[in-house]
C-alpha cells in the first residue's frame, strides 16, 4: 500500500513558509515496499523546502544525493552547514547533524556509522545517535566529491587537486598526492569540483582538472601513468571514471568522451564533442550517457558508436541515467526529469510539476516506486507512480453485491 498522500493545504503552506517540518522522536518503518515501475508519470506524494538559507547565485545547486541506510534517508544542503536525517515515507526531519560547511557530498555508511566531507575541507565518520566515538580529519581544501571506501581506506579528492587515503577506522592520514599546477591555465577557468576516485585492482583513478587521468598506486599514492583526457575550454575531469572489463570510460567537462584501454592506456575510441559531468551507466554492452549539452545518448562499448540520441532541449548537463523496469530515468540541471526509452532513445514521459524546479542536478534516490528528488531550487519530494488499477472482473463485482 502506499503512503497516504499530502493534501494540497499542507504542500501551499510549507512552501509559503518555507519551513521544515520536524517530527522530533518518530522512529520511522521502513520504506513501503512496492512493485512495479516507473512506467507512468510520478505523482507528487510529499515536498519539503530545506531549511538554510537560499543561494545567493543564479547558478545555484544542490549536488548532495539522498542515499538511504534502509530505514533514514540521509542528504546535505548547499546552504547550510548540516547534514540532514529525513523520515522517507513522511519527508520529515528526524534530527539535523552539524558539519563544518555545506555538504555536496552523498552520505556513505560503514555500519550504522555516517561517512560524508564537506566544503569547509573536512572528512567525516560519525554516528547518528552521537555515542560513537568518530573523527573529523581536515583536508585543507572545500570537498565537493563522495569519498571512495575501499578494504576499510577512505579515498578523497578535493577541489585544488589533492587526494589522500585516510584509514576509515581512525581518520589517519595514510598518503597524500597534489597535482601539480597547470601553468598554461588560469586559475578563474577552472571548475569547482572533483570526481570521486575510481579503485582499479591495486591502484586508484583520479581525474584531474588539467584534463588528466592519473592512476595511483594504492599502497602509497605513487604515480603509476597519466593520460591526457579533456580538450576543450574546460577540459576538467569532473566526471568519475567509469572501469569495466580493463577499460576506463572517462570524459572531459567540455569534451571529449574517451575509452581509455588500462592495459596500453591507448584511447580505443572517442566522441568528439561529448562532454561529461557524470559517469555513464553499463548495460548489457551499451553505455547510456548523460552529457553536459542537455543530451542522453545510446553508445557501444566496444567500439563507441553513438546509436540514438536523445535531446531534453535544454542547457543544462544531465544527472546519471537510472535504469528501471520502464526505461531510463535521468534530470536535468535546467530542466526537470524525464523517462526515456531505452531502444528507441524516444521520451516516454517529462515530469511537469507546475513549479520552480530550478533544474536536478543529482540523480534521484529510487526505492521500489519511490523517487526522492532534491532540486536546486533547494526543495526534497517524495514522487511516486501510482499503483496499477485492477481490471473490472463483472464475475468478482457479481459475486461481490450477492
Not at 518555507?18 to 522530533?24: C, E, L, V
Not at 568518530?134 to 569519498?147: E, K, L, R, Y
Not at 544527472?319 to 523517462?339: F, K
Request: charged share 15%; net charge negative.
Amino acid at each position: 500500500m502506499l503512503p497516504e498522500l499530502v493534501s494540497m493545504s499542507v504542500i501551499l503552506s510549507t512552501l509559503t513558509s518555507g519551513a521544515w517540518i520536524g517530527d522530533q522522536g518518530v522512529q520511522p518503518e521502513p520504506p513501503v515496499a512496492t512493485s512495479g515501475a516507473f512506467d507512468a508519470p510520478p505523482v507528487l506524494d510529499w515536498l519539503r523546502v530545506l531549511p538554510g538559507m537560499p543561494g545567493m547565485s543564479a547558478t545555484h545547486t544542490e549536488r548532495s544525493r539522498p542515499s538511504t541506510d534502509g530505514t533514514w534517508v540521509y542528504l546535505g544542503q548547499d546552504s547550510n552547514d548540516a547534514i540532514y536525517q529525513v523520515h522517507p515515507v513522511t519527508g520529515a526531519v528526524h534530527q539535523t547533524i552539524p558539519t563544518k560547511g555545506p555538504v555536496q557530498s552523498q552520505v556513505l555508511f560503514i555500519d550504522s556509522d555516517l561517512i560524508f566531507c564537506d566544503l569547509g575541507g573536512y572528512t567525516h565518520r560519525l554516528s547518528p545517535d552521537g555515542q560513537g566515538p568518530g573523527w573529523q580529519h581536515f583536508g585543507g581544501a572545500p570537498i565537493a566529491s563522495t569519498p571512495t571506501l575501499h578494504s576499510d581506506v577512505l579515498y578523497v579528492s578535493n577541489v585544488d587537486d589533492t587526494v589522500y587515503a585516510l584509514d576509515a577506522g581512525s581518520g589517519e592520514l595514510i598518503w597524500r598526492y597534489a597535482r601539480p599546477a597547470d601553468p598554461t591555465r588560469s586559475s578563474e577557468l577552472t571548475l569547482f569540483g572533483a570526481p570521486s576516485p575510481t579503485i582499479d585492482g591495486d591502484q586508484l583513478l583520479v581525474g584531474f582538472a588539467d584534463g588528466n587521468l592519473v592512476a595511483l598506486r594504492l599502497s602509497d599514492g605513487q604515480v603509476n601513468w597519466e593520460r591526457r583526457v579533456g580538450e576543450g575550454r574546460y577540459p576538467d575531469l569532473i566526471g568519475t571514471p567509469l572501469v569495466l572489463d580493463g577499460t576506463a570510460y572517462v570524459g572531459g567537462f567540455s569534451e571529449p568522451l574517451v575509452a581509455v584501454d588500462l592495459e596500453t592506456r591507448n584511447v580505443r575510441w572517442r566522441l568528439e564533442a561529448v562532454g561529461s559531468a557524470t559517469l555513464p551507466t553499463p548495460h548489457e554492452g551499451l553505455l547510456y550517457h548523460g552529457g553536459t549539452d542537455g543530451k542522453l545518448r545510446s553508445i557501444t562499448q566496444l567500439d563507441g558508436e553513438v546509436l540514438w540520441t536523445w535531446d531534453s532541449q535544454t542547457t543544462g548537463a544531465l544527472t546519471q541515467p537510472q535504469l528501471t523496469e520502464a526505461g531510463i530515468l535521468v534530470g536535468s540541471s535546467d530542466g526537470t526529469l524525464y523517462l526515456v526509452d531505452p531502444d528507441s532513445g524516444l521520451e516516454t514521459w517529462r515530469w511537469d510539476p507546475d513549479m520552480m524546479l530550478d533544474g536536478v542536478t543529482v540523480a534521484p534516490l529510487l526505492i521500489e516506486r519511490q523517487a526522492i528528488v532534491v532540486t536546486n531550487a533547494g526543495r526534497l519530494m517524495s514522487l511516486v507512480v501510482p499503483a496499477p488499477v485492477a481490471p473490472w472482473d463483472p464475475d468478482g463485482a457479481d459475486a461481490f453485491f450477492q
